[in-house]
């Protein structure tokens, strides 16, 4: 039996056109940096998998440091144009966990579905757990290269040492790589890039339906159906034919859809909602 749980770790407010992108490009880009229209409060998901072979969290969200004065570099554009966060100390990773009687150092694997800081502020939370993040996005967000494409590496954990996810397990469905993580073949990694390079989301199989953890495919289902992609996405070509993908899949099994700003995700989770054609 597996169990998941929504966990919210906060809001974030995103510039309109970075949630549905205007223009192609790097045009894009500037459009999105550029919109004076704020989107409304949006949730940050983490979710946390109550698995047969050990508590499995995907993403960490973000942390509260994130409204110290010098937490984002001050000579960053997109830190300093594109976005605000809103993050209590309550409202972390961990201390949710302890609320549903779960502990974080009894957490076997955390999934990044990427290293953004919403996704990944949260990981000081899991010294003890073995995490994982696909290659690609590793090598992008290390360095100073990795400061100018909008991570904060200098933000890890001294300790953050990844398993570096290579997708060797062959196709699964319309993903042409996998990587297979329980031995009961129930929780499967694929390869999403669009909103990053080494974008991966996870697809965990139930009976007669899937769980599809999508981190930041889309920002919502709607957005993910029309094939929408997002305003800061490196490459327009790499984030359709993902969004036509994961639409294929959802054609092909019962899915629930679960991006992570989506208001509507923790409902359609609860409710068991499919993707409807």
């Known amino acids: ?27 894009r880009r500037v459009h999105t940096l550029l ?22 969290v ?11 004065p010098d937490y984002f570099p001050r000579w960053h554009p997109y830190f300093r144009l594109g976005v605000r966060m809103d993050v209590k100390p309550e409202e972390e990773i961990g201390p949710q966990l302890k609320g549903l009687g779960l502990s974080p150092d009894d957490v076997r694997w955390v999934i990044l579905t990427h290293l953004h800081t919403d996704h990944a502020g949260g990981l000081h939370h899991f010294p003890k757990a073995e995490i994982l993040v696909s290659r690609s ?6 360095g100073t290269g990795g400061l100018l494409r909008g991570y904060l590496p200098h933000r890890w954990p001294d300790w953050f040492a990844p398993r570096l996810v290579d997708f060797s397990d062959g196709s699964f469905g319309p993903f042409s790589k996998s990587h297979v993580l329980t031995r009961a073949q129930d929780v499967i990694l694929v390869p ?23 981190g930041d495919t889309s920002y919502n289902e709607a957005l993910m159906k ?11 070509e790499l984030a359709a034919d993902t ?7 959802c054609r092909t099994r019962p899915t629930i859809y679960l991006p992570s700003h989506d208001p509507d995700a923790q409902n359609r989770l609860a409710t068991r909602r499919y993707v409807q054609d």
């Open 243 to 249: 969004l036509r993908r994961i639409a294929q899949h």
């Open 192 to 214: 999403t890039p669009g909103h990053t390079y080494g974008h991966l989301s996870v697809i965990v199989r139930q009976d007669d339906h899937d769980v599809f953890i999508a």
């Open 58 to 68: 995907i993403d960490t969200g973000d942390t509260a440091k994130t409204a110290e």
């Open 1 to 27: 039996m597996i169990r998941i749980h929504a966990i919210q770790t906060g809001g974030v407010w995103i510039r309109s056109r970075q949630r549905e992108g205007f223009g192609r490009g790097t045009m």
């Open 226 to 236: 029309e094939g929408k992609i997002d305003g800061v996405a490196p490459s327009d």
């Open 137 to 142: 996005e590793y090598q992008s967000a290390r």
């Open 35 to 56: 919109d004076r229209q704020w989107t409304e409060r949006l949730p940050i998901w983490a979710w946390v998998m109550e698995h047969p072979e050990g508590l499995i």
